[in-house]
């Protein structure tokens, strides 16, 4: 182990020093998936809703955020970790909602045929391939950011 270059034991890895190019790389993923057609309105409530469950208060704080600028309402996004017992989402958000929390906990057991069922009601294959990388990357992006706190 190189000593002139570890940190204290407990203190944040500076992901951004060691692995700068890769997270470069994964921070266009989200570009790409709404240059592919992933709505930028399903993809805050994706990522907000995950970073709710996984507990990453930076990552709540800037998708809420970036959410609003984009032109979601208030209501909505205090309603969005009770979706499933409110009036305020589409089915198809709901089928995304359901999909996105099921990939996020993956507790055995979990019927994936149905869900994906109910998402090929509302999207084809291609968009449910963009909502599932979403849901990868938020997930993801979540663990880096917690880690570091």
């Known amino acids: 182990m190189n000593t002139s270059e570890q940190s204290a034991a407990g203190s944040p890895i500076q992901y951004e ?3 700068g ?3 470069g790389h994964l921070g266009q993923v989200n570009q790409m998936t709404e240059d592919a057609g992933l709505s930028r309105k399903l993809s805050h409530l994706i990522e907000l809703r995950v ?6 208060g930076f990552c709540v704080q800037m998708h809420a955020r970036e ?3 984009d032109g979601e309402t208030d209501n ?3 309603h969005l970790a009770t979706w499933e017992s409110t009036d305020d989402f589409s089915a198809a958000e709901k089928a995304a ?3 996105a929390e099921a990939l996020t906990y993956m507790i055995r057991g979990t019927n994936f045929e149905a869900l994906r069922a109910d998402l090929r009601a ?3 294959d291609q ?4 909502i599932t990388v979403c849901v990868g990357m938020i997930n993801l992006w979540n663990r880096i950011q917690i880690s570091k706190h």
């Open 127 to 130: 968009q449910i391939s963009l």
């Open 51 to 56: 970073s709710q469950i996984n507990r990453c």
């Open 67 to 69: 959410a609003r600028k």
């Open 122 to 124: 509302h999207f084809t």
């Open 21 to 23: 190019p890769l997270l």
């Open 17 to 19: 020093k060691y692995a």
């Open 97 to 99: 909602l359901a999909w």
């Open 76 to 78: 909505r996004l205090d």
